[in-house]
Every structure is written in C-alpha cells, then in structure tokens.
C-alpha cells in the first residue's frame, strides 16, 4: 500500500498556520521598512532640514544619515524583545481625551477632571 498523501485542505491549511520563524521574519520585515522608509520623509527643503535640526539636538553626529542603517541592523529580536517588556509590561496602557465622567487614574497621577478650572490635586467639582 502507498503512504498516503496529505489532503489538500491540511496542505492549504498548513501554509497558513503560524511558524516559529514568523516574528524573526516580521522583524526582519520591520527593519527593512524603517530603513527604506528614512528617506520617504525627506521629500521636501523643510523635512530635510527639521531632520538636521533633530539629529543635531540629539547628538547623533555628522554621519548619523550613514550609520543608521547599521544602527538598525545591530538591533537583535532578543533586544527589541526585551524593550518591549520594558516598556509594554507595566500594565495596559489607556488614553483618555475628553472629559471622561468615572475615569480615575491608576498610577497616583492627577486624574482627569469634569471642571476645567479643577486645579492639580484638587477633587473636581460635583456636577449639578
């Protein structure tokens, strides 16, 4: 008897289920977008020139534009992993625009106010 082959629906199917390699591959994927994408931003005189004035500010150095792309590269998985827990872990991250009724802050902070004239630190008027 001949092994059998898979169907062709579990074929289909497995070319679409997630890989082990996919984040290393959307990671590779994310930097070739960040470095192409540096020069689609200076598409005008004044782009060209607010991104002097930033890399100026920051210290970057005079050949920045030359070594970012190698800056990127030396970017591992292993860091941009470990970033982002830094970052993302602490807890869910909300922004609140408006005057939200209810919304008290979490992290001690002032929290948003109903009356605009509430000072920080002071409890918002009650709404009559």
């Known amino acids: 008897m001949p092994p059998a082959r898979p169907s062709t629906s579990s074929s289909r199917r497995s070319a679409s289920w997630p ?8 990671f590779v994927k994310a930097k070739t977008y960040l470095k192409g994408s540096f020069a689609l931003g200076l598409d005008t005189s ?3 020139a607010s991104q002097l ?5 920051d210290n970057l ?9 190698a ?5 591992t998985l ?4 470990r970033v982002a827990k830094r970052l ?4 869910l991250l909300v922004t609140v625009v408006g005057r939200p009724e ?3 802050s979490t992290q001690g902070g002032v929290a948003a106010s109903p009356n605009p004239a509430a000072k920080p630190g002071q409890a918002p008027a009650s709404r009559e």
């Open 53 to 57: 004035v930033q890399m100026q500010l």
């Open 19 to 26: 890989r082990k390699d996919r984040p290393t591959e959307e």
């Open 71 to 75: 800056l990127i590269d030396a970017v």
């Open 61 to 69: 150095g005079i050949d920045y534009i030359e070594r970012r792309p």
């Open 88 to 91: 993302l872990d602490p807890g």
């Open 102 to 104: 209810g919304v008290s």
């Open 46 to 48: 004044n782009r060209i």
């Open 78 to 81: 292993d860091d941009a992993k």
